[in-house]
């Protein structure tokens, strides 16, 4: 059996995988702007085209992964985006990372959709310690979303779809792959994505155990005592 990859070796590879379908595509892109009228022009592109990877990228989280992720920069069309820890997102999309984190808990994903209500955005997130348990937000509005909490057990960070039939979302933003469920070696890849945010400067508490039931009876009380029609408390 080969040896798992360990996070630094996936990081790289899927970064070199990405520089590389990025060259591929620069070229294609000068080859249509110097597009002629002759048939040698159409015949750059071809082999351009020809020499073009797959728009899927393993992704090799462990050995013999079926998974796959496609680079943030170039894959608009599936609706999947890659912004690992340090790196920009592309224009125009709004970075919620920073506001999305929470105590006890590492961002996985956020995924936005067009529903009869309007714009909705999900979060989905994953507990920074002991059981790895997953969960997902309400669907929010784009001036609430940065407020939002876990609101229910999801396995949907993947690709947004919760359950048989629903519409996939528009796209989802994955900053954190390699924690995902399909990966078995989730849980221990942990503490190396938290050291990872700690360089990068957050002072969260990622050994406070967060259990969704505990917080939603702790938001409860919290109503209770600061509002008799149990509405006016955050």
């Not at 082999?47 to 796959?68: C, E, H, Q, W, Y």
């Not at 912004?83 to 984190?101: I, K």
């Not at 960070?157 to 519409?167: K, L, R, T, V």
């Amino acid at each position: 059996m080969e040896k798992a990859l360990k996070l630094p070796e996936i990081t790289m590879e899927l970064m070199n995988r990405v520089e590389n379908l990025q060259q591929r595509v620069e070229q294609l892109s000068k080859a249509m702007i110097n597009l002629g009228k002759n048939n040698r022009d159409f015949d750059i592109i071809d082999r351009v085209l020809a020499d073009l990877p797959s728009n899927i990228i393993p992704f090799p989280l462990f050995a013999g992964s079926k998974a796959a992720i496609t680079p943030c920069s170039k894959c608009f069309s599936s609706g999947w985006l890659l912004a690992m820890p340090g790196e920009p997102l592309p224009g125009g999309f709004t970075d919620y990372r920073p506001l999305l984190q929470r105590n006890g808990l590492i961002l996985l994903s956020w995924d936005k959709r067009k529903t009869e209500m309007g714009e909705r955005y999900t979060a989905y997130w994953v507990t920074s310690s002991g059981i790895p348990r997953f969960y997902a937000s309400k669907p929010h509005s784009f001036e609430n979303f940065p407020y939002a909490r876990p609101d229910h057990k999801s396995y949907a960070a993947e690709d947004g779809i919760e359950f048989y039939g629903q519409e996939a979302p528009a796209y989802v933003v994955h900053v954190a792959p390699e924690l995902m469920m399909h990966n078995p070696q989730h849980g221990e890849l942990r503490l190396a994505h938290i050291q990872t945010l700690k360089k990068q400067g957050s002072k969260l508490d990622f050994n406070y155990k967060y259990l969704l039931k505990t917080e939603k009876n702790r938001d409860t009380s919290h109503k209770m005592i600061n509002g008799k029609d149990g509405h006016r408390a955050g």
